[in-house]
T-cell receptor
């Protein structure tokens, strides 16, 4: 158990819908990262938050957004869902952005039908 | 730019050594990582190496880093069927985000 908790574990939704994925980082970790794992794109960095502020952006679509709350949990919002958004979404956390180790949650498997 | 490349598949016999290779492009990377992903599971950090090191050994795992060629390898000694998984190489980019390779599927035959 990495200490990073993601909910839900599985999500099935229809095209055009909006979903929210939730991540609770390890206790004491200030930095949260979101990654998308799909068959065709592999593991892609989406976005990073540090202590509530956006720190870095990767290949994140405009239909997607995220935030980190004062209690340091984070949510990834995916809207106007398309079939191609079906993927495994991982959250990772680390103490800070300079820390050597990032710990990953078990992921949320999103299926868009 | 930041890019990480790995071979996609490796098959070995139980008891043999496995060597998984990776190349990266960002010479400013400070840390390089190996993660393991078992079917249906998340990413497990196996080991990492600081960029000023050539080698790191941790039980059955040996990481070799050739910084000049930007080449990283993971050697698993006495490979077991439980080692069957996808292995990801990653470099640490600026801000701390990880840039992953495509993953190497390791198949261990009994």
């Amino acid at each position: 158990d990495s200490g990073v908790t993601q909910t839900p574990k599985h999500l099935i939704t229809a095209t055009g819908q909006r979903v929210t994925l939730r991540c609770s980082p390890r206790s004491g970790d200030l930095s949260v990262y979101w990654y998308q794992q799909s068959l065709d794109q592999g593991l892609q960095f989406l976005i990073q938050y540090y202590n509530g502020e956006e720190r870095a952006k990767g290949n994140i679509l405009e239909r997607f957004s995220a935030q980190q709350f004062p209690d340091l949990h984070s949510e990834l919002n995916l809207s106007s869902l398309e079939l191609g958004d079906s993927a495994l979404y991982f959250c990772a956390s680390s103490v800070n952005s300079g820390n050597t180790e990032a710990f990953f949650g078990q992921g949320t498997r999103l299926t868009v039908v | 730019g930041e890019d990480v490349e790995q071979s996609l598949f490796l098959s070995v016999r139980e008891g043999d050594s496995s060597v998984i290779n990776c190349t990266y492009t960002d010479s400013s990377s400070t840390y390089l990582y190996w993660y393991k992903q078992e079917p249906g599971a998340g990413l497990q950090l196996l080991t990492y190496i600081f960029s000023n090191m050539d080698m790191k050994q941790d039980q059955r795992l040996t990481v070799l880093l050739n910084k000049k060629d930007k080449h990283l390898s993971l050697r698993i000694a006495d490979t077991q069927t439980g080692d069957s998984a996808i292995y990801f190489c990653a470099e640490k980019g600026n801000t701390g985000k990880l840039i992953f390779g495509q993953g190497t599927t390791l198949q261990v035959k009994p």
